[in-house]
């Protein structure tokens, strides 16, 4: 089977037509879709009527999904897909300035998923649930495609260097109070090369986030610029896609090569995806990233 596509924009991504991410197997049309997945770095698939458990069994054929709750969880409990939303158990929504909302608004800075964690992400399946009235966009920006047309004198500030990362540091950029809770010191800071090389095609990428914070080589003042000045390169309007989501919408995307963040809604109306992230093997560059 020829799974039949369209560009999402002409420098990366692309909508999938014919395929139901619920018929496909490590046998069946994986193999097709993990191609796609590697050349073209994002994926879009409409009308995708997922459960919780056909989304868990879809995301176990790219890896080991990701659990950052392993040690809070108590023995015997199972593991649950991720949220992201303001939706609270009893029905109602979180309010504008909670520290959960600002949580989600965190999600509003340009990064990649984990790059905090000891194994980083490999891809984010986003699946969505409630999508409110208007906003709450999910933005992708390909740091590959920004990374093969960056003028070389930038690209040589950042080539052969490393990358700190620490998951507080996005979160002070939106509330110091939010970032002194215990949930984002769980990990130490990380440090990755700030170039990627996809294992299958040779294709580079830059890594950054809104969680990096230093940078090899220079001091804090220093760094800090010089990820200010990759990040705004690596996402001007022609590396972007702005995707508006409609309920069953799936989004899929390699995080080794793809920034992504939301945009704003009316707080008052309830937004839910659901998120799986799977983590990097030793197959997908983890231990060439290492330093």
Not at 77 to 102: I, K
Not at 149 to 159: D, F, H, N, T, V
Request: aromatic share 8%.
């Amino acid at each position: 089977m020829t799974l039949e596509t369209t560009p999402l924009t002409p420098q990366f991504g692309v909508e999938v037509h014919n395929l139901q991410l619920a018929d496909v197997t490590a046998d069946h049309l994986f193999p097709e879709l993990r191609a796609l997945f590697e050349e073209h770095s994002a994926l879009l698939l409409r009308g995708q009527d997922l459960s919780n458990e056909q989304h868990m069994a879809l995301a176990t054929l790219f890896g080991t999904i990701e659990d950052r709750k392993a040690d809070e969880r108590k023995k015997g409990e199972a593991f649950e897909v991720p949220e992201v939303s303001n939706v609270q158990a009893d029905g109602s929504v979180s309010g504008e300035m909670d520290l959960h909302t600002l949580n989600l608004k965190t999600n509003m800075l340009w990064h990649s998923d984990s790059t905090f964690l000891p194994v980083p992400a490999l891809t984010n399946i986003l699946i969505s649930r409630i999508a409110p009235s208007s906003g709450g966009a999910t933005e992708l920006a390909s740091t590959r495609a920004a990374w093969a047309e960056m003028p070389e004198a930038l690209r040589e500030k950042i080539r052969g260097r490393g990358i700190s990362h620490h998951y507080a540091v996005s979160r002070a950029k939106i509330s110091e109070d939010l970032a002194k809770l215990p949930m984002f010191h769980k990990w130490p800071a990380q440090h990755w090369k700030a170039v990627l090389t996809n294992p299958v095609n040779g294709k580079e990428s830059l890594y950054i986030a809104s969680h990096a914070y230093a940078v090899d080589g220079y001091d804090e003042a220093e760094g800090a610029a010089l990820l200010d000045d990759l990040m705004t390169f690596c996402t001007q309007d022609r590396y972007v896609y702005s995707h508006d989501w409609h309920e069953n919408d799936v989004l899929i995307w390699d995080q080794r090569a793809v920034l992504h963040r939301g945009t704003p809604w009316p707080y008052d109306e309830p937004r839910k995806l659901t998120s799986l992230c799977v983590s990097l093997s030793d197959d997908d560059g983890l231990s060439e990233i290492r330093l």
